[in-house]
């Protein structure tokens, strides 16, 4: 059983990295991490790619959800707005991708607070009808306002340039994600234990309550609304120069769903929780793919019965059965995992 | 009449049409949400399933008639499944969660039919007649015809059953406080189990009948997200509100389509959504709805 686990001031209990054995592991991930791409294979890198852009967007949508429990089904909008951002900056501005990326928050944080205000006064449902009438709008105007964002036709982004050498290629590219979303993750971490994170989880707990205590709920809320979509937009930055190719079939309710699902299961909250359902929910079609190649060798009447639909039937079910089964998410049996081995062998 | 009144009478008349439909979508999501106050994100799913059911059944050989009834037992019997395995354990859950759970079901109900049925069109062997009545000038087809006749009819279906029968009194009392009602000696759980097994019947009707009406894909639930705005304009828990903001939404979307749609292309699909936005921020109970006040 692992001992000096006492602690003595409140600073010590919100400290990022409790323990020195927290930062070891992490300093052995973070170089295992970036020296991916000298020996991972390039389809690896890639997933990895997208599951930190999923990170980001799931870490927006936790902020705003898990944090706030504002429920939005329109994040996807806000994914949207940034890479249109990035993708029209980079493709007919010439800018910089460093440059582009977070204008593409701002642009997204900017909806964000348009929205944020009306949408003070409505609460559960309702806010979840305000939020997915915002995704719909949003993704007409990115079908339909061609002369910008080329519609139906789609829009296909530079590759990414600094000093003259380029980061197209996914294993360049994987640098770029990486540092956003480590400063992102940190960021977000930092803020959960600072006053404005508090401030978010009273209001989820107890509006009323929280007001009554001295937390204004417009600015908390609309901040909320604000810095949930500067993270999507960032994510939908990155996700403009890691597939090249915008349409709008991509930023539809379907994918605010998959945010939703994520967070769901990864846990509700929780930043370690939205990357791990953001990472689990992107390999999930890769599982659920060798599975079914598995099954179709095993019996042959299954064989090529594989959809992409199957997916999708997968994160309805996962949201179900998370939702039912356990609420808290990956987080919630990963903190009970770690418990039960920290206090092994007085575990009960 | 001149021409452009005649336009203007046409697309209303048009719009009524199409919002019947919507009316008649609508009234599901009220019957649950009075009943158990959820909304049930997974109606429109439920409307497909019923249709491909039915439109299977029909396809095998048996009657319409009866491949109607058939469906409305097993839709009824899905319905009674659904809450034991999914809604029932998230009773006493915070809203967000039950929201949640409901948007679940509907993406995978909707994939697993995509999984089933495919996603080819089909045309269900119609059994309503595809003439036009024609009055000054003004058309309008018998299914669009039907489509009244039905809303109206389930209205009052509706409320008679919410007003004189023990079972709708009993529900109302659950939606209303279910720890009072239970004091009084109603079974939540019966109540909540039969309301979804009857909202599931419903949807089967309805879907069988837009199927009719409309060609039969997986895109027929998507009538369902039109009929959300028709609901929060009316009020989520009254019936006539539902079929007022079913009638309202679809006369708007045909006014706006036949006038815009040549400025704005593809605007008409957006009008409900901005209504829905509208109302929201104006008057979130609807026209019709209960204010829900909050003591502190």
Same mark, same amino acid.
């Given at each position: 059983?692992?001992?000096?686990?006492?602690?003595?001031?409140?600073?010590?209990?919100?400290?990022?990295?409790?323990?020195?054995?927290?930062?070891?592991?992490?300093?052995?991930?973070?170089?295992?991490?970036?020296?991916?791409?000298?020996?991972?294979?390039?389809?690896?890198?890639?997933?990895?790619?997208?599951?930190?852009?999923?990170?980001?967007?799931?870490?927006?949508?936790?902020?705003?959800?898990?944090?706030?429990?504002?429920?939005?089904?329109?994040?996807?909008?806000?994914?949207?707005?940034?890479?249109?951002?990035?993708?029209?900056?980079?493709?007919?501005?010439?800018?910089?991708?460093?440059?582009?990326?977070?204008?593409?928050?701002?642009?997204?944080?900017?909806?964000?607070?348009?929205?944020?205000?009306?949408?003070?006064?409505?609460?559960?449902?309702?806010?979840?009808?305000?939020?997915?009438?915002?995704?719909?709008?949003?993704?007409?105007?990115?079908?339909?306002?061609?002369?910008?964002?080329?519609?139906?036709?789609?829009?296909?982004?530079?590759?990414?340039?600094?000093?003259?050498?380029?980061?197209?290629?996914?294993?360049?590219?994987?640098?770029?994600?990486?540092?956003?979303?480590?400063?992102?993750?940190?960021?977000?971490?930092?803020?959960?234990?600072?006053?404005?994170?508090?401030?978010?989880?009273?209001?989820?707990?107890?509006?009323?309550?929280?007001?009554?205590?001295?937390?204004?709920?417009?600015?908390?809320?609309?901040?909320?609304?604000?810095?949930?979509?500067?993270?999507?937009?960032?994510?939908?930055?990155?996700?403009?120069?890691?597939?090249?190719?915008?349409?709008?079939?991509?930023?539809?309710?379907?994918?605010?769903?998959?945010?939703?699902?994520?967070?769901?299961?990864?846990?509700?909250?929780?930043?370690?929780?939205?990357?791990?359902?953001?990472?689990?929910?992107?390999?999930?079609?890769?599982?659920?793919?060798?599975?079914?190649?598995?099954?179709?060798?095993?019996?042959?009447?299954?064989?090529?019965?594989?959809?992409?639909?199957?997916?999708?039937?997968?994160?309805?079910?996962?949201?179900?059965?998370?939702?039912?089964?356990?609420?808290?998410?990956?987080?919630?049996?990963?903190?009970?995992?770690?418990?039960?081995?920290?206090?092994?062998?007085?575990?009960? | 009449?001149?021409?452009?009144?005649?336009?203007?009478?046409?697309?209303?008349?048009?719009?009524?049409?199409?919002?019947?439909?919507?009316?008649?979508?609508?009234?599901?999501?009220?019957?649950?949400?009075?009943?158990?106050?959820?909304?049930?994100?997974?109606?429109?799913?439920?409307?497909?399933?019923?249709?491909?059911?039915?439109?299977?059944?029909?396809?095998?050989?048996?009657?319409?008639?009866?491949?109607?009834?058939?469906?409305?037992?097993?839709?009824?019997?899905?319905?009674?499944?659904?809450?034991?395995?999914?809604?029932?354990?998230?009773?006493?859950?915070?809203?967000? =969660?039950?929201?949640?759970?409901?948007?679940?079901?509907?993406?995978? %109900?909707? &994939? +697993?039919? #995509?999984? /089933?049925? $495919?996603?080819?069109?089909?045309?269900?062997?119609?059994?309503?007649?595809?003439?036009?009545?024609?009055?000054?000038?003004?058309?309008?087809?018998?299914?669009?015809?039907?489509?009244?006749?039905?809303?109206?009819?389930?209205?009052?279906?509706?409320?008679?059953?919410?007003?004189?029968?023990?079972?709708?009194?009993?529900?109302?009392?659950?939606?209303?406080?279910?720890?009072?009602?239970?004091?009084?000696?109603?079974?939540?759980?019966?109540?909540?189990?039969?309301?979804?097994?009857?909202?599931?019947?419903?949807?089967?009707?309805?879907?069988?009948?837009?199927?009719?009406?409309?060609?039969?894909?997986?895109?027929?639930?998507?009538? =369902?997200?039109?009929?959300?705005?028709?609901?929060?304009?009316?009020? %989520?828990? &009254? +019936?006539? #509100?539902? /079929?007022? $903001?079913?009638?309202?939404?679809?006369?708007?979307?045909?006014?706006?389509?036949?006038?815009?749609?040549?400025?704005?292309?593809?605007?008409?699909?957006?009008?409900?959504?901005?209504?829905?936005?509208?109302?929201?921020?104006?008057?979130?109970?609807?026209?019709?709805?209960?204010?829900?006040?909050?003591?502190?």
């Amino acid at each position: 059983m692992r001992s000096k686990t006492f602690r003595e001031s409140y600073r010590e209990d919100i400290r990022i990295f409790k323990t020195i054995w927290v930062k070891f592991w992490l300093v052995l991930f973070a170089v295992a991490l970036l020296s991916l791409p000298l020996w991972a294979d390039p389809y690896i890198i890639y997933m990895v790619n997208i599951s930190g852009i999923a990170i980001i967007a799931a870490i927006g949508l936790n902020i705003l959800t898990g944090l706030t429990g504002q429920i939005s089904l329109g994040h996807s909008a806000f994914v949207a707005l940034g890479a249109y951002t990035s993708a029209i900056l980079a493709s007919k501005m010439d800018m910089p991708f460093w440059l582009t990326i977070p204008a593409g928050g701002v642009v997204a944080a900017f909806f964000g607070i348009l929205l944020g205000f009306p949408c003070l006064r409505l609460k559960g449902l309702y806010l979840a009808m305000a939020t997915m009438s915002f995704g719909v709008v949003v993704e007409y105007g990115i079908t339909h306002w061609e002369s910008l964002t080329m519609g139906v036709r789609g829009i296909s982004v530079p590759a990414p340039t600094i000093f003259g050498y380029t980061l197209g290629d996914p294993s360049k590219l994987f640098y770029v994600t990486v540092f956003f979303v480590t400063f992102l993750t940190l960021a977000a971490k930092n803020l959960a234990r600072t006053r404005i994170g508090r401030a978010f989880v009273a209001i989820r707990d107890r509006d009323v309550a929280a007001e009554v205590i001295g937390i204004n709920l417009t600015k908390y809320k609309v901040m909320a609304f604000a810095i949930s979509s500067f993270y999507g937009g960032v994510a939908g930055g990155l996700y403009s120069y890691s597939t090249t190719y915008l349409h709008p079939e991509n930023f539809t309710l379907l994918l605010s769903i998959e945010y939703i699902a994520m967070i769901i299961v990864g846990g509700l909250g929780s930043i370690l929780g939205s990357i791990f359902g953001a990472v689990f929910l992107t390999a999930m079609p890769d599982i659920i793919k060798g599975f079914a190649d598995f099954m179709g060798r095993q019996f042959i009447f299954l064989h090529g019965r594989y959809d992409e639909e199957w997916n999708i039937a997968a994160f309805g079910l996962l949201i179900m059965i998370f939702l039912i089964v356990e609420p808290t998410g990956l987080n919630g049996i990963w903190s009970r995992v770690k418990t039960s081995f920290k206090n092994w062998p007085f575990t009960y | 009449m001149t021409e452009g009144a005649l336009y203007f009478l046409q697309l209303v008349i048009s719009g009524i049409a199409v919002g019947s439909l919507y009316a008649l979508v609508a009234l599901g999501f009220v019957l649950i949400y009075k009943a158990t106050d959820i909304m049930n994100f997974a109606h429109g799913e439920a409307m497909m399933v019923g249709a491909f059911i039915c439109y299977a059944l029909v396809v095998a050989g048996i009657p319409f008639l009866w491949a109607v009834l058939i469906t409305t037992g097993i839709a009824m019997f899905f319905g009674l499944v659904t809450e034991r395995l999914v809604l029932r354990p998230m009773i006493g859950e915070p809203q967000f =969660a039950v929201v949640m759970v409901t948007i679940g079901l509907s993406i995978f %109900l909707r &994939s +697993i039919s #995509g999984i /089933i049925f $495919g996603h080819d069109n089909k045309i269900f062997p119609s059994q309503l007649s595809d003439q036009t009545l024609v009055f000054k000038g003004l058309v309008l087809s018998y299914t669009h015809l039907w489509a009244m006749l039905i809303s109206g009819l389930m209205v009052i279906l509706f409320f008679l059953f919410f007003r004189y029968s023990r079972v709708g009194l009993a529900m109302r009392g659950v939606a209303n406080d279910q720890d009072t009602a239970m004091l009084m000696g109603i079974s939540v759980k019966r109540v909540f189990a039969l309301t979804w097994g009857i909202s599931f019947a419903i949807a089967a009707v309805a879907g069988i009948f837009l199927a009719n009406v409309m060609v039969l894909n997986i895109a027929i639930c998507l009538v =369902a997200i039109k009929a959300f705005p028709a609901v929060i304009l009316g009020g %989520l828990e &009254s +019936i006539p #509100g539902a /079929i007022i $903001g079913g009638l309202v939404i679809g006369v708007l979307e045909t006014l706006v389509g036949g006038y815009l749609d040549q400025t704005l292309p593809g605007v008409k699909d957006l009008t409900a959504f901005v209504v829905l936005f509208l109302v929201l921020m104006i008057r979130p109970y609807g026209l019709f709805g209960k204010k829900e006040i909050e003591r502190v």
